[in-house]
């Protein structure tokens, strides 16, 4: 009889290989991956929105991230955990008339404020 939860040699190997990000100073960070070819950020929270980026591009919160600056190995997260900040600003300019969406990626409830500026 066999194993109801057998699993194949090699199922406990991770699906998806960990993202390389490449960190230059503080504020500029690059992926260096065939599959994400092009993804990079810059700014005081680059890591944070080179995260919301993949977010949106549909990579797998859960998917890890490797960070390196100057060669060396400083640290290790996840898509999710680079993206999440308590509070993300964010310009968009619209046309009257256009409307705005948001999507939050957790349980917990945010707040959203729209204000109209002039050029």
């Known amino acids: ?34 599959e994400a070819m092009g993804f990079s950020a810059s700014g005081p929270h680059c890591v ?3 995260a919301l980026r993949l977010l949106q591009s549909g990579f797998d919160p859960q998917r890890q991230m490797i960070l390196f600056r100057a060669n060396q190995n400083i640290g290790r997260t996840t898509v999710g955990k680079a993206a999440q900040q308590e509070s993300w600003v ?13 999507l939050g990626n957790n349980t917990a409830t945010g707040s959203v404020s729209v204000t109209e500026l002039s050029d």
Do not use: Y
């Open 48 to 50: 944070r929105t080179m």
């Open 90 to 102: 964010e310009h968009i300019k619209c046309t009257p008339g256009q409307k705005v969406a948001v």
């Open 1 to 34: 009889m066999a194993e109801q939860n057998a699993q194949l040699e090699g199922d406990d190997i991770l699906d998806e290989r960990p993202l390389r990000v490449i960190l230059f100073g503080s504020q500029f960070a690059a992926l260096d991956d065939a």
